[in-house]
């Protein structure tokens, strides 16, 4: 009965801590202390749930059933798994560079942030152990409502626009698209659970699969798929330490989404052998493509990772759409590898925020020489997400590559080159520039590294980067169980 306990503790822990946040707001460090040692509690839960699921086993337990034969259950399995291990193992070292950033920023609504961000982990935590498409719905809407205060934060004009973007696209599409194909699925197989083979397999074929798919693909808006993705350079108004949730738990809630009803829903089979899903393929290459494009003209260092962010994305559902073993297994470990490099380059853009208070590429020169390490970890992290080696994310593109061959697809594989060089063209010159661009002498003086608290963090994400090029077994066993 262990493993339903810890299921359950997966929400109970950080509604708990939103709540002892709450109470604890007058007191700054028992505040923070709470906060770190709910991160801690649901990473170790998280932990105590890997070794069963990668065992084979799939423990479940049924929270509720507001209508007959709809339960709000959770269940944990390899896909699942592999997106709550990242999420709750970055959220504690995510807690840490928030308070040396809002310390040293001087954010008005610390316990307000600190109480909606555990919010928040509890959404993305019902998201990654969803055992239905009704859960799964549940838990994707409260995490957008969760994480619009964060978007918000600031209180400024520009951040109520951006959290009315935010909420406008992720609502439009979730009730015009998402939930319209729930109910359609409902009506063709007359279940909503998630199933290995697919609930779908055998009960629809044609043209059908194509559009169904396709009403999933839009519909979870926080994939960002184009046109839908204006909601997340929008996003990018809220402070930098939500980078766990616009980096790793919203955006990859959404690819997260996409993959899981890929493979439980439709079932690789019926994808695989149905050419009316074709279309999203390039769909996928033209949002990876496009954004990147749209990256390298941007010179505000947020709103170029954040496009960077929308193309990295489209590699997710490339991968689910192309529906081979190859392309599954890319697709999930990229979720991982793409974590990991991207919050390390939003940590970096923060700490030369708060220390350089510098937003803009062009006035990064010299920087490096003023904040190495910083400058040092933003370029081994692009390394990482360009897919370069001796980076985690060489792995994740690799298979993705194979995938694309696999189907017989070179014109994809075309795509995932050109892009590799996109990746480098946007992100490598920018520590280039730091460290060997002229320096704006006047405004550099006094400028040394960010607090150790955000220093710390950053180097732990960094060091993941590193980590996962030499030991990516974990995750590649995970997504391999997707396909056995």
């Known amino acids: 009965m262990r493993a339903p306990s810890d299921l359950s503790l997966v929400l109970l822990l950080p509604l708990v801590g939103a709540l002892l946040v709450a109470l604890t707001g007058r007191r700054p460090n028992l505040r923070e202390a709470v906060s770190i040692l709910t991160a801690i509690g649901l ?22 059933e507001p209508l007959p034969g709809l339960p709000i259950a959770l269940g944990a399995e390899p896909l699942g798994m592999l997106f709550a291990v ?71 004009d520009k951040a109520r626009r951006g959290g009315r ?56 808006g926080k994939a960002a798929v184009m046109p839908f993705h204006r909601w997340l350079p929008a996003a990018m108004v809220a402070p930098t330490p939500s980078a766990l949730l616009h980096a790793v738990a ?8 996409i993959l899981k009803v890929t493979v439980y829903v439709f079932g690789t089979d019926l994808l695989a052998t149905n050419t009316a899903t074709a ?28 496009y960077s962010t929308v193309s990295q994305l489209a590699y997710v559902v490339l991968g689910a759409v192309l529906a081979n073993a190859a392309g599954i297994i890319g697709g999930a470990m990229h979720i991982a590898m793409h974590a990991f490099g991207k919050i390390t380059l939003f940590f970096c853009a923060g700490a030369i925020l708060i220390t350089a208070h510098k937003a803009e590429v062009s006035q990064m020169g010299g920087l490096g020489r003023r904040m190495p390490i910083t400058m040092a970890a ?4 692009s390394l990482s997400v360009a ?36 990746n480098v063209a946007y992100l490598v010159p920018i520590p280039v520039k730091a ?37 990516p077994e974990p995750f590649h066993r995970l997504a391999s169980l997707l396909v056995q």
Not at 250 to 257: I, L, P, Q, T, Y
Not at 437 to 448: K, Q
């Open 43 to 64: 990473f170790a839960c998280v932990a105590t749930l890997l070794p069963t699921v990668m065992a084979g086993e799939q423990p479940r337990v049924v929270l509720a």
């Open 86 to 156: 990242i999420a709750s193992f970055l959220w504690p070292v995510t807690t840490v560079y928030a308070i040396g950033y809002l310390r040293r920023h001087g954010e008005a609504n610390q316990t307000r942030f600190y109480a909606f961000f555990a919010l928040s982990m509890a959404s993305a935590m019902g998201v990654a152990f969803a055992d239905n498409l009704f859960t799964l719905f549940v838990f994707y809407e409260a995490l957008t409502l969760t994480t619009y205060p964060l978007v918000t934060h600031a209180g400024t």
């Open 165 to 220: 973007v935010y909420l406008r696209v992720l609502m439009a599409t979730s009730m015009g698209f998402l939930l319209l194909a729930i109910v359609w699925t409902w009506t063709i197989a007359g279940s909503l659970d998630f199933r290995a083979g697919g609930i779908l397999a055998g009960k629809i074929s044609g043209p059908v699969v194509g559009l169904l798919y396709g009403l999933y693909v839009f519909g979870i």
């Open 250 to 257: 919203v955006v990859k809630a959404g690819v997260f989404s």
């Open 279 to 306: 279309w999203l393929l390039y769909v996928a290459a033209a949002t990876i493509l496009l954004a990147s494009l749209v990256a390298m003209t941007q010179d505000n260092l947020k709103a170029r990772l954040a």
């Open 378 to 381: 933003f370029l081994l992290a």
């Open 387 to 422: 897919g370069l080696p001796p980076m985690g994310g060489v792995w994740s593109k690799w298979y993705l590559a194979l995938g694309t061959l696999d189907a017989g697809h070179l014109g994809l594989l075309a795509v995932l080159m050109v892009s590799t060089l996109l």
């Open 435 to 471: 460290f060997l661009g002229n320096a704006e002498l006047e405004d550099s003086r006094g400028i040394r590294e960010a607090p150790p608290a955000c220093l710390m963090a950053i180097l732990v994400t960094t060091a993941g980067c590193l980590f996962l090029f030499v030991y």
